[in-house]
């Protein structure tokens, strides 16, 4: 079983409509979750993180931790042709606050007009 | 958030060459992370760059092939040593911008002939 799985992709969703990133992973001690966000050719961008489980919003996107089930999503609403990209999930194993990431393979998001 | 500039931003190298790829911080940083990420695939973590002490390599990375740097808080680098055509990757620094979170540098795209 992989440490941080995604699901599989690629996933296509009409702009306006939710977009649904789902994410797994195997550690009961991590501690810290991450949505990155990567357009073609460039490095990945930190959209949300969040530690406590529950619901974490930011504009449009809004992260979902439950650590009893080991799952964490990112909903995107409104989604906009602008959104699409590669979505990855990270994951800290342990315990501290600064230690390294563990990326599942990410989803291929597409939203289109 | 931490900005992070890395040189060079791309390279077209000889097998059997080797690279050596900067990674600068604006700010101190007690760790900086060196990844992989090669084409069509997500993250892979090569090492963590502790500053005063060796890099702590992950299963299946080895200095005599990945040596790395840390002389200051603010600097690493990262040798990619006698190349090999699967050496072709984005080689990607990150370091932490405060608690829970990572950032990334705008990557390194290496491709050897």
């Known amino acids: 079983q992989k440490e941080v799985e995604q699901n599989s992709g690629p996933l296509s969703v009409p702009e306006g409509a939710i977009a649904s990133l789902n994410c797994t992973y195997s550690?009961?001690?991590?501690?810290?979750f991450f949505w990155y966000r990567q357009y073609s050719g460039k490095s990945p961008e930190l959209i949300m993180f969040?530690?406590?489980?529950g619901d974490k919003e930011d504009g449009r996107f809004t992260a979902q931790l439950n650590k009893a089930s080991q799952y964490v999503s990112l909903l995107i609403r409104d989604s906009q042709p602008s959104d699409s990209a590669t979505y990855l999930c990270?994951?800290?194993?342990?315990?501290?606050?600064?230690?390294?990431?563990?990326f599942g393979q990410g989803t291929i998001l597409t939203v289109h007009p | 958030s931490a900005v992070i500039s890395q040189k060079p931003s791309r390279d077209i190298c000889q097998r059997g060459t080797s690279l050596t790829i900067q990674c600068q911080v604006d700010s101190q940083v007690t760790m900086m992370f060196w990844y992989r990420q090669q084409p069509g695939q997500s993250l892979t973590l090569i090492a963590t760059?502790?500053?005063?002490?060796?890099?702590?390599?992950e299963s299946g990375f080895v200095i005599d092939k990945f040596p790395i740097s840390r002389p200051n808080l603010t600097f690493s680098t990262l040798t990619v040593s006698n190349m090999s055509p699967e050496d072709s990757s984005i080689y990607l620094c990150s370091s932490p911008g405060g608690a829970h979170t990572q950032y990334f540098g705008p990557g390194t795209r290496l491709t050897v002939l």
């Open positions: 760059a502790n500053q005063g002490s060796e890099a702590t390599y």
């Open positions: 550690d009961r001690g991590s501690q810290s």
């Open positions: 969040i530690y406590s489980n």
């Open positions: 990270a994951v800290r194993l342990g315990g501290t606050s600064y230690g390294k990431l563990t």
